[in-house]
């Protein structure tokens, strides 16, 4: 599967403060990154899919405002969360789609996700 | 009704039983399913892909997919006190993106 990274792991920031997460695949050039998040006992909640070279896709209700995706190169995608709040808080995790072995068959790999803290 | 519905749990199993994890999914156009097992305060692990009706074993992991009744599930046998952990069902959806159900969690008692 795909190897993926994101830094920082864990960030505590003060109300108000913009906070950028990185997202890198290391061992594939990938297109099309996904960024979730996760607030506790809950499911993974897609935000939005981050484009190689053009605009992401938010899902309905994440504000694009808010939530700032930069997908610059094939392996590297950001997110910054901008005047962040205690409400933002929770689990960032991003992933990438890689083959599985079949045409059109792709599956999802997951970073190790950052943490974010606003007091 | 949601889209990807799994049991909450937890469940809880002996050490060397069989764990069985259950998933319906509401989208009949669905072609890929995955298990993803994750452990407390860490992200998801991918451990099973299906796309096909029938069984597919990987180890002592065997994922069931029933298009027809649109119910998918996975079987852990003989397992370990390190089989502990939430498990995600996710379903693509006609639009491409994974669903993810609530999540299973599962205790294996030594």
């Known amino acids: 599967g795909a190897v993926v990274s994101q830094h920082p792991s864990w960030v505590i920031c003060k109300s108000g403060t913009s906070v950028k997460i990185e997202c890198r695949s290391l061992d594939f050039q990938a297109t099309t990154m996904f960024w979730y998040r996760q607030f506790p006992k809950q499911s993974l909640m897609l935000m939005a899919t981050?484009?190689?070279?053009?605009?992401?896709?938010?899902e309905q209700g994440v504000e694009k405002d808010k939530f700032l995706i930069n997908h610059a190169s094939l392996t590297l995608s950001t997110l910054t969360v901008t005047s962040a709040h205690p409400e933002d808080s929770s689990f960032y995790i991003c992933?990438?789609?890689?083959?599985?072995?079949?045409?059109?068959?792709?599956?999802?790999?997951f970073g190790p996700g950052t943490r974010l803290t606003v007091l | 009704q949601k889209e990807v519905e799994q049991n909450s749990g937890p469940l809880s199993v002996p050490e060397g039983a069989i764990a069985s994890l259950n998933c319906t999914y509401s989208?009949?156009?669905?072609?890929?399913f995955f298990w993803y097992r994750q452990y407390s305060g860490k992200s998801p692990e991918l451990i099973m892909s299906i796309y096909s009706n029938g069984d597919k074993e990987d180890g002592r992991f065997t994922a069931q997919l029933n298009k027809a009744s649109q119910y998918v599930s996975l079987l852990i046998r003989d397992s370990q006190p390190s089989d502990s952990a939430t498990y995600l069902c996710a379903v693509r959806g006609g639009g491409g993106k994974l669903i993810f159900g609530q999540g299973t969690e599962l205790s294996v008692k030594p």
């Open positions: 981050s484009n190689e070279g053009s605009k992401a896709t938010y």
């Open positions: 989208d009949r156009v669905s072609q890929s």
């Open positions: 992933s990438v789609e890689g083959l599985a072995g079949g045409p059109s068959l792709t599956e999802q790999f």
